[in-house]
C-alpha cells in the first residue's frame, strides 16, 4: 500500500485575512477534514522568522487529538534551532498521545531570513556558515536520547539518566530530509526514514526524479548494507493540482503553464533542482505520475498545498486527488491507523 498526505508551509501574512491565528487554526481544520477523507498524513514545514509555521508540537497535537487515523509530522524540524533533549522529550509525548501515529522529519534545515539565527536561539559554536556541525551533533544526541541512553550524569553519583518520557520504537518513526545523494547514503546507514523534497542537488542539472530516484536508490542500499531490516520508508514531495471542474481548469491553467517544468540553479555552490508543478485531468496526472520514477519508488507522496488559499480550497484539491488520481497509483484510504511500511519499501540492494 501507497500513502499520500498534504505538505503545509503554514504562509500567512499580518494584517490580512489569512494571520497567524487564523493560519494555525486552519491548519487544524485541514488536517481534520483530510483525515475524514482518508488522507494518510498531514505534515508541516517549520521555518524561523518567517511567518510561516514554527512550533509544530502543539499543532500536530491538536490535529491528532480530533482525529482518528490520519498519521502527523514534519517536514522538517530545522535541527540548528533545536534543543535535542527537549525535543527528545516532545517527540516521545507526542508519540504517546497519538499512538505511534508520528512521523517527525528532522533536518539541518534550509536557509532562513536571519543570519545564523540559530544563534540568536542560544546555539552558538558553529564552525560551518550553514550550521551542518551542530545539527549533526544534536542529532546524534537526539537519537541517543530516544533510544533511551543515559544523557545526564546522575545527582547520586549512579548511572547517566534517560530522558523522560520515551516512547518504545520512537526511532523507526524518525525521518531525516535528505538533498543529495551523500546524505541519503548517511539516513540509509542510521536506519532512519528518508524525506525528499522538491529541491534537490546533484552533480549536473537532471530532472528532479532521475536526481531523486537515484538518492532513494543508494539510501535503500546503505539501509541493507548496514544491516537494518526492518521496512524502511521513503517519502518525496509534489506540487499537483488535479483539475476536475470548470473552476479548476480556471484557477490552475495559468499555474500549469508558468510552472509545468523542472528548474535549475545553485545554493551553496551546488547545482540544484527545484521540482516542477502538475497540473492536468486525471488522467494526464495518472499518466505523468507513473512516469516520475521518485514517485513510484517512495512509499508516502507528500502533495504540498497552498494554504493560505483556506480550507476550502485545500480539502477540494485533496478530495480530487483521493478519488481521481490516487487510487490509480495504489493508494489505499487508511481507515484505521497510521501508514506503515509495506513489502516494496523493504531496503534491496541495487541489481
Not at 560551518?128 to 537526539?142: M, N, V
Not at 518513526?173 to 525528499?196: D, V
Not at 480530487?320 to 497509483?329: D, K
Amino acid at each position: 500500500m501507497k500513502g499520500f498526505g498534504f505538505l503545509s508551509f503554514g504562509h500567512y501574512q499580518h494584517g490580512s485575512t489569512v494571520g497567524t491565528a487564523e493560519m494555525i487554526r486552519q491548519a487544524v481544520d485541514i488536517g481534520v477534514g483530510a483525515d475524514e477523507l482518508g488522507v494518510n498524513g498531514a505534515y508541516f514545514r517549520v521555518h524561523h522568522f518567517a511567518t510561516q509555521q514554527a512550533s509544530p508540537m502543539p499543532l500536530l497535537s491538536a490535529i491528532a487529538a480530533k482525529t482518528r487515523g490520519i498519521e502527523v509530522g514534519t517536514g522538517v524540524i530545522d535541527m540548528r534551532y533545536e534543543n535535542p533533549l527537549y525535543l527528545a522529550e516532545e517527540a516521545a509525548a507526542l508519540d504517546i498521545l497519538t499512538d505511534q501515529r508520528i512521523a517527525l522529519g528532522i533536518s539541518r534545515g534550509s536557509p532562513e531570513p536571519a543570519d545564523r539565527g540559530w544563534e540568536s536561539f542560544g546555539y552558538t559554536g558553529s564552525t560551518d556558515p550553514r550550521g551542518s556541525d551542530i545539527a549533526r551533533d544534536k542529532f546524534e544526541l537526539f537519537l541517543r536520547a530516544i533510544d533511551g541512553d543515559g544523557v545526564a550524569p546522575a545527582a547520586s553519583g549512579g548511572p547517566a539518566l534517560p530522558i523522560e518520557p520515551r516512547s518504545p520504537g520512537l526511532r523507526e518513526r524518525i525521518w531525516w530530509g535528505s538533498g543529495s545523494a551523500n546524505t541519503a547514503e548517511w539516513t540509509g546507514r542510521q536506519g532512519l526514514n528518508m524525506m525528499s523534497s522538491t529541491l534537490v542537488f546533484s552533480d549536473e542539472a537532471r530532472p528532479l526524479h532521475e536526481v531523486q530516484y537515484e538518492q532513494i536508490e543508494r539510501y535503500r542500499v546503505a539501509y541493507a548494507d548496514a544491516g537494518f531490516t526492518r521496512p524502511s520508508r521513503v517519502s518525496v514531495s509534489r506540487s499537483i493540482f488535479p483539475i476536475a471542474s470548470a473552476d479548476d481548469a480556471q484557477m490552475f491553467a495559468i499555474l500549469g503553464a508558468r510552472e509545468g517544468r523542472d528548474g535549475f540553479g545553485s545554493i551553496d555552490g551546488k547545482t540544484a533542482t527545484f521540482g516542477k508543478t502538475y497540473v492536468g485531468e486525471p488522467d494526464q496526472l495518472v499518466a505523468a505520475l507513473r512516469a516520475d520514477t521518485a514517485v513510484m519508488a517512495a512509499d508516502t507522496l507528500m502533495i504540498t498545498i497552498p494554504s493560505q488559499l483556506g480550507v476550502d480550497f485545500n480539502l477540494r484539491v485533496l478530495e480530487s486527488f483521493a478519488r481521481h488520481v490516487a487510487p490509480e497509483l495504489g493508494w489505499q484510504p487508511n481507515t484505521a491507523g497510521p501508514v506503515t511500511g509495506y513489502p516494496a519499501a523493504v531496503a534491496q540492494p541495487a541489481d
